[in-house]
């Protein structure tokens, strides 16, 4: 399926290296005075620039930038509304738009066409549907999440008027949880020509209590959907999560905290207090070791640093597409 929710509906299209990507917006309110500068600043964190303060610096004849892939730099990001927003006013009617893809570079993937990367889809792609767009991985690639930020940057400023707001961060890298060394320490791995795995961290403040359903529609369910259909998530926590099984119930719910341990959630039901979940990324697959040719070259050593305003996307289309509130 291409298609996410079914209130506020969102569907994406297109494929790394081919013309574009871009989506449909289907459910948003009439007379939504969009924010368009704010979209294109949540494109350029999902890229990377001007957001990592890392060493700059020259490997294979390519700069990166805090182990940002020298692609995601380059492309510019740059939205074409094709309906459904007139004068920075939504209509009510469906919004579709594209961001044409200005750095496709489909020939480096050549050697991909009968070749499979351990990793990555493109086996499965093959065998499921007899067929496989092998130029950098076609429906598989992260460059997709670009049009998923275009939708949530809408949904976010829908939540905003409701005075519900969503903020993600980066709180570790591998085994280093001091922000202040996460730069360098991305630096180095991709210097290295290696990746790094990381986790993300999401706040949700503003929920009024009583978001979600018992039984098969829990609000944490719905999060835990949107957020493992990230490219690379590995796994996803709300509250105390897993660290909750080396703890004493006492421990727990006892103490001044208990709070942090529901993370917002009870019963599957929003509580009024912040949400906060996590959600872990995989380090990528494709790198010069693993693969060891050039065309490695172009990927991030850490994909966790460009999934924050992609989770925080995510997020935010979750809500909006909850209809009783």
Not at 211 to 216: A, M, Q, T
Request: charged share 25%.
């Amino acid at each position: 399926m291409n298609t996410f929710g079914e209130h506020f509906t969102f569907t994406s299209f297109g494929e790394s290296h081919g013309r574009a990507i871009g989506g449909v917006l289907d459910g948003v309110p009439a007379g939504l005075h969009i924010d368009l500068t704010l979209i294109q600043s949540e494109l350029d964190r999902r890229a990377g620039r001007g957001k990592v303060k890392g060493e700059r610096r020259k490997a294979k004849g390519e700069e990166v930038n805090g182990g940002v892939s020298p692609r995601a730099l380059r492309e510019t990001d740059e939205v074409e509304w094709l309906s459904g927003v007139m004068d920075g006013v939504t209509l009510g009617t469906p919004i579709a738009f594209i961001i044409r893809n200005s750095d496709a570079r489909p020939e480096d993937y050549e050697w991909l066409r009968h070749s499979y990367r351990i990793g990555h889809a493109d086996r499965v792609y093959q065998e499921k549907y007899g067929i496989r767009d092998h130029r950098g991985g076609g429906r598989a690639s992260a460059r997709e999440t670009a049009a998923r930020v275009v939708a949530g940057s809408i949904a976010k400023q829908i939540l905003a008027e409701k005075n519900i707001h969503i903020e993600a961060k980066l709180v570790q890298v591998g085994e280093e949880t001091n922000a202040e060394r996460f730069d360098a320490y991305i630096a180095a791995i991709q210097q290295d020509g290696d990746s790094i795995g990381g986790i993300v961290e999401c706040r949700i403040t503003g929920m009024p209590i009583g978001v979600g359903e018992p039984i098969f529609d829990k609000l944490q369910a719905h999060l835990a959907f949107a957020m493992m259909s990230i490219n690379a998530c590995k796994g996803f926590e709300y509250g105390s999560g897993f660290e909750g099984v080396s703890k004493k119930g006492s421990e727990m719910y006892l103490s001044e905290n208990t709070r942090l341990i529901s993370g917002g959630i009870a019963g599957g039901i929003s509580d009024s207090t912040p949400i906060v979940f996590r959600c872990v990324f995989k380090p990528t697959a494709s790198n010069r070791k693993t693969l060891r040719r050039e065309a490695a070259g172009r990927h991030d050593a850490c994909v966790a640093v460009r999934a924050v305003p992609v989770v925080e996307a995510m997020a935010a289309m979750v809500l909006a597409d909850w209809h009783d509130f």
